[in-house]
């Protein structure tokens, strides 16, 4: 989808449907207005008629007004005007595009970005437009034998009564980066673990860096057991698929600028291990390297919007398979970084995969790392699939990646790191276990990998319960792109 903002007059716009806004009441818009006096009054008679009530999302279309350029004219409903917050803003975006898709328009001119919105600036206005028509057009079925038609919209233009400024051109370029990455990381998250193996993330990130000029480096399965990541090895040990290590690096800031990396969990399938799963929702498994897949979604938009920053990503990805070499409850394996882990429950293998990641991202010297993790259901049953869990053992961290998530829509919430729950991993056997019993599971499996992590600013973003959605829209989100996005997007302007 092509996306350009202009300034335009709406009785001028030559599109094939220009959509304006009605608040409760019949009160038009101010371009709205404009375009009802160049056709006559037509939209003040429907009011008076009392068609069109204004309210929240509701749409009407009209076709051929006389003296007015666009072949249709879509008016929404905007609801009461002094109540337009950001929940209503989007529920109106949505109802526009459900509107526009059952039409033939190939393209649209909207006169959305004037409206005031509570607490909102132009350049969110002008993301969440941006966001919401790449996510109105997403689509599941290619590996249909018959994918349905795609949608005939393909071009969006935001149109202004005053001319755009600078920052609102950036907003158009930014936001379709992200509605790329999004659209990346959704695309690799509703493959099938038959498809998207660790091979084949190592490979998309490959390509990517041919494409975007970025630097892939593979590691094998020798390379780590060089480095000692028995952490890592352990959990690949049941499966027939070679775990990689992947790490892409793009430099776009000076270069003694120390770089945030982005540690993605990426279990391209999690059977549980030999402590199996039971079955019912198990195909659900394969979102489990949605982490590593928002990380390449925000490595490709960052890379498309040129962010003067240096990021690193590590993707730490492998199968959890139960099988005769699979590593069985009460093994006790070294990390990396040294510290023995004795693994008690084999589905817990998140974070086996992540200490090991998260002790390698050290090497990068990093200002800042993020690790993004499907890591446990407990965060599901805690935040379920409004907020991503947020850990961090840095205060201004997590208050930066909160304010970033709740920017772009893409929320998170903020869970103790406290020492209190650091002895729920206490070991008889080893110097900790993975896993610390059924209270506060995201909390404990949070600790775990801060024990690895003391030697650099860090957070940690559970998004076990925001990754994907289950039931009869199943499917990826693409989140967190926008936080992470949005998180580098405000380091760069500070
Ligand atoms: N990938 C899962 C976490 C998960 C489960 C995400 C369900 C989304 C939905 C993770 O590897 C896992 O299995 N975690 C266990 C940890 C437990 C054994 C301590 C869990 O949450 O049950
Ligand atoms: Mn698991
Ligand atoms: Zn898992």
Redesign the pocket.
């Known amino acids: 989808m092509e996306f350009s903002i202009k300034q335009t007059s709406p009785e001028k716009a030559r599109s094939a449907c220009v959509v304006l806004g009605v608040y409760e009441g019949g009160i038009l818009t101010p371009s709205a207005q404009v375009f009802d006096k160049s056709a006559a009054h037509q939209l003040s008679k429907l009011i008076t008629r009392g068609d069109l009530t204004g309210k929240t999302g509701s749409t009407v279309m009209l076709h051929n007004l006389s003296k007015i350029e666009s072949e249709r004219v879509l008016l929404v409903g905007l609801g009461k005007q002094d109540e337009l917050n950001a929940k209503q803003f989007l529920d109106i975006v949505r109802a526009t595009f459900a509107a526009l898709h059952k039409t033939i328009c190939k393209d649209a001119t909207l006169f959305l970005t004037d409206l005031t919105v509570q607490d909102r600036d132009e350049t969110w206005k002008i993301n969440q437009i941006v966001l919401l028509a790449a996510e109105s057009i997403y689509r599941t079925d290619s590996l249909k034998s018959k994918p349905a038609d795609k949608p005939a919209l393909r071009k969006i233009v935001l149109g202004c009564t005053k001319k755009p400024g600078n920052s609102a051109q950036t907003a158009v370029i930014q936001a379709s980066a992200i509605a790329h990455g999004m659209k990346l990381a959704k695309d690799l998250g509703n493959l099938p673990g038959n498809i998207c193996t660790p091979t084949y993330l190592a490979e998309q990130a490959q390509k990517m860096a041919e494409s975007h000029k970025l630097r892939a480096t593979i590691l094998e399965e020798k390379d780590m057991e060089k480095l000692g990541m028995h952490s890592l090895l352990s959990v690949t040990r049941g499966s027939r698929q070679p775990a990689k290590l992947i790490t892409l690096e793009y430099r776009g800031g000076e270069k003694k600028q120390k770089p945030v990396v982005l540690v993605g969990?990426g279990?391209t399938f999690?059977s549980?291990g030999i402590?199996l799963?039971p079955g019912g929702e198990m195909d659900?498994?394969k979102?489990?390297m949605c982490g590593a897949a928002s990380v390449l979604g925000t490595m490709l938009a960052i890379a498309e919007m040129k962010l003067p920053i240096n990021v690193v990503a590590v993707i730490p990805s492998s199968e959890?398979m139960p099988d005769g070499a699979a590593s069985k409850p009460g093994d006790i394996v070294t990390s990396m970084a040294g510290l023995t882990i004795e693994i008690l429950?084999t589905?817990?293998?998140?974070r086996l995969i992540l200490c090991d990641a998260l002790t390698y991202a050290a090497r990068f010297e990093p200002d800042t790392v993020v690790d993004i993790?499907?890591?446990?259901?407990?965060?599901?049953i805690a935040l379920g699939g409004v907020a991503s869990g947020l850990f961090s053992n840095q205060e201004q961290l997590a208050r930066d990646l909160l304010a970033a998530g709740d920017y772009a829509n893409d929320k998170a919430w903020q869970l103790p790191l406290w020492e209190e729950y650091q002895s729920q991993l206490d070991s008889n056997f080893a110097d900790l276990q993975?896993?610390?019993g059924r209270a506060a599971?995201s909390v404990?499996?949070a600790c775990f990998l801060s024990r690895f992590t003391k030697d650099y600013r860090w957070a940690h973003l559970d998004i076990?319960?925001t990754?994907w959605k289950s039931g009869k829209d199943k499917g990826s989100t693409g989140r967190p792109v926008p936080l992470l996005a949005q998180y580098l997007i405000n380091r760069c302007a500070k």
Not at 347 to 350: K, L, P
Not at 373 to 380: E, P, Q
């Open positions: 969990k279990l999690d549980g402590s799963k659900e498994m979102y489990d959890n429950n589905d817990a293998e998140g993790a499907t890591l446990t259901g407990a965060c599901v993975n896993i610390g599971g404990t499996a076990a319960g990754a």
